[in-house]
Antibody, heavy 119, light 113 residues
């Protein structure tokens, strides 16, 4: 069974960098695309970016200037960095499998991690 | 960006009755070379991540009860729950994966009447 687990600080100060890691088990990170998706409290879902194990990436233009997604195949993990955060970046951040062939849709999700931006 | 608009925003249905949620995209999400619509439906219960129900607009994900079905093509899509069960109370989202940035509908909250 494929499992994803997000990890990282739950509290980040304004103007600092948010860093999260998604650990994948039950599947090789090679052969699928992997995405980050976020959900502000009480609001809807926003796709942030995807990555392939080769390093091929695609970003949401609304966040592209502040976001970096990366992959570590040796650890079967992928990561997200968001720079210059503000309160608007407060959200539950999910990692998910999907974004391109063979799974364009998101078929496996982590449980999510709440990141609060506050001083 | 493709804008996904769901209707209604909330819905109350009696147990055992049919629930219908609509989703409209601002442009066609039909992938012509595959003749498939790049549209998925998710169910999200409080405190949980979204769960994939339907992809390619009408293909049910493994393990999803057959009371859930998806239909539509082009820009207009529907998620139908044929006989509402108590465990179906949730927020439902549609999502297009025709082009990036992938976008979701605003969600439809389904409750028991």
């Amino acid at each position: 069974q494929v499992q994803l687990q997000e990890s990282g600080p739950g509290l980040v100060k304004p103007s600092e960098t948010l860093s999260l890691t998604c650990s994948v088990s039950g599947d090789s990170i090679s052969g699928h695309y992997w995405s980050w998706i976020r959900q502000p409290p009480g609001k809807g879902l926003e796709w942030i970016a995807y990555i392939y194990y080769t390093g091929n990436t695609n970003y949401n233009p609304s966040l592209k200037s502040r976001v970096t997604i990366s992959v570590d195949t040796s650890k079967n993990q992928f990561s997200l960095k968001v720079t210059s955060v503000t309160a608007a970046d407060t959200a539950v951040y999910y990692c998910a499998r999907g974004g391109n062939y063979p799974s364009w849709h998101f078929d496996y999700w982590g449980r999510g991690t709440l990141v609060t931006v506050s001083s | 960006d493709i804008v996904m608009t769901q209707s209604p925003d909330s819905l109350a249905v009696s147990l055992g009755e049919r629930a219908t949620i609509n989703c409209k995209s601002s442009q066609s999400v039909l992938y012509r070379s595959k003749n498939k619509n790049c549209l998925a439906w998710y169910q999200q219960k409080p405190g949980q991540p979204p769960k994939l129900l339907i992809y390619w607009a009408s293909t049910r994900e493994s393990g999803v009860p057959d009371r859930f079905s998806g239909s539509g093509s082009g820009t207009d899509f529907t998620l139908t729950i044929s006989s509402l069960q108590a465990e179906d109370v949730a927020v439902y989202y549609c999502q297009q994966y025709y082009s990036t940035p992938y976008t979701f509908g605003q969600g439809t909250k389904l409750e028991i009447k």
